[in-house]
């Protein structure tokens, strides 16, 4: 396992940044998941790798398997749960150097369909309405 580093929004575990942009679901053995705050395509999330990885290149053989294999549940969770028409997933760490990838749930009609998923326009929901979306995928995820 890659080893964590201070200062980082996805390793430490409080960070104020970090939640005002997302909510914690729930771990994997290798990753973190999050609601992306901005619901505007219904599901969104962030999965983050467990430790400090900056790109899919830090990791061995095993840990992008064991890695893929978390995101390949996510995605199905999400199949399941929302019923999207299409899945996009996004791994820029720019200016967040961590390993993390955006699952994005499309949706025909919806925002950005048929073109790549933006931040503009953001959709909050109320608190109850994060409780429920969370409850949805540790539902759909077993946890």
């Known amino acids: 396992m890659i080893e964590k580093k201070e200062g980082c929004m996805y390793c430490d575990e409080i960070c104020a940044h970090r939640d005002s942009l997302m909510i914690h679901i729930c771990d994997f053995e290798h990753s973190k998941l999050y609601l992306f705050r901005d619901q505007k395509n219904r599901g969104r999330c962030i999965l983050a790798y467990d430790g400090h990885a900056t790109d899919l290149t ?16 996510v995605a199905n ?4 749960a929302f019923n999207p ?6 791994s820029y760490a720019d200016t967040v150097k961590h390993l993390h990838i955006h699952v994005v749930p499309k949706y ?4 950005n ?3 790549p998923f933006s931040d503009a326009d953001p959709k909050y929901l109320t608190d109850e309405e994060y409780k429920e979306i969370i409850a949805i995928f540790k ?5």
């Open 113 to 115: 369909w048929n073109g």
């Open 139 to 143: 539902q759909e995820l077993g946890k």
């Open 77 to 80: 969770a999400i199949h399941h």
């Open 108 to 111: 025909i009609g919806g925002p």
């Open 58 to 73: 830090d990791l061995s053989e095993k840990e992008l398997n064991d890695f893929n294999k978390e995101l390949m549940l």
């Open 85 to 90: 028409d299409k899945i996009n997933y996004g």
